[in-house]
């Protein structure tokens, strides 16, 4: 199974070759993220074949004083309506998924957030996901 799959692989090969249960480890940086709404952060590596490399993680709420404590929309790059729907909160130092559109309807994860540990390092993301129903 491809760990990033091209171009031409749709939604639904993607979901029947993808593992429909397991634990999660992501990377992303946020170099394009100063703590407003609207911005993101990029997924570096993925271990979830539809949490793509170049994927997205969207904050609709600014970075407040307590810190980040957002809704976020997770969208991998390419066309279509795939997208996963989900809150992070920093000061708990987890995200959690819930449903979403395309590829990523059933989806449920949640991860631990873990802040980069030197300059230039990404953040990682590690839990578990799942897909329902689970065949």
Known sequence: VPTRPSAGVSASALA????????IDVRKECSQNAGLAGQFCTITSSNVD??????????????????LDSDVILEPPGPGNNRAFGHCSLALGACTFS?????????DAGVQVSAPSAEGADWRWEGTYRFSPND
């Open 99 to 107: 449903g979403g559109t395309g590829r990523f309807a059933g989806f």
């Open 16 to 23: 029947a070759a993808s593992p429909r249960t397991g634990d």
């Open 50 to 67: 539809a949490i793509e490399v170049g994927s997205r993680v969207i904050y609709l709420t600014a970075r407040g004083p307590a810190g």
